[in-house]
C-alpha cells in the first residue's frame, strides 16, 4: 500500500490517523502540505522517526521547494520527483489518499 | 470626541483598526493568497492595518520558497513590498515558530516577534479583526 499524505500534521490529523493505521511494510509519501511533517523540529517528527522504523518514508520534492523547506528535511527521508511519485504508486498493489 | 471621528467630520474618513490574523500553510489552500490579497486592497483605504502570523501561518513568511516545480506563483517577495504601502505591523506568534522548529532568522521579512499573550492584547484593542 502506498499512503499519501497531504495535510500539514499542525491542522489536520490525517498523518497520524495514517501513521496508525499504515501496516508495517507500507510506503508512506508526503505531498503538498503534508510535507511539513519531513522538516526537522515538527511536532510529528517524533512520531514519524518510529514510523520509519516499519514503514519507508518518501516526500516529494517539488513541494518541500516550494514552501522553502527543501533543507530541513529530517534524515532517512527519500525525495522523489513527479516521475517518482508515478513509479511509487505503480510499484503499490494499492494506495491510500489520506485527505 | 476622538480622532478618529473628527476626522471623519473633515472628510478624511475614519481610521479605523484593522487586524488580519494569518493561520494558513501557503499553496496548500487558497487562504493565504487571497488573504494577503486583501490586506493590499485594505491599503487604499488608509486605515490602521496590522497582519499576525500564528498556527501554520509563520509558513508564509518562511525564506527560500521556490514554485517552479509545482507551476504556482511564487507570492513571498510581495510580504516584503508591504512595507511600500506602509503596511509595516507584522506580529508573528513565537509559540507557532517554536512548534515548527523555526526562528526569526528564517523569515523573508522584518517581524515582531511576540508571545501569545502579547499577540492576544493586541488583538483585543483592534476595531476589525479578520481571518484567513
Known sequence: MLHIVNKSPYERNALESCLRLAQPGSALLLI????????????????????????????????????????????????????GFVDLACGQPNCQSWL | MSDAEQQGEEGAGIIKKFMFVNRKAPYGTIYALEGLEVVLISAAFDQDVSLAFVDDGVYQLLKGQQTKGIESKNFSPAYRALEGYDIEKLYVEREALEARGLAEEDLLVDVQVMSSAELAELMAAQDVVIGF
Open chain 1, 32 to 83: 503538498e502540505d503534508g510535507v511539513y511533517a519531513a522538516t526537522r523540529g515538527n511536532a510529528a517528527e517524533a512520531r514519524l522517526k518510529d514510523a520509519m522504523a516499519r514503514l519507508k518514508v518518501y516526500a516529494l520534492k517539488a513541494d518541500l521547494e516550494a514552501r522553502g523547506v527543501a533543507g530541513r528535511v529530517m534524515d532517512g527521508i527519500e525525495l522523489v520527483d513527479y516521475g
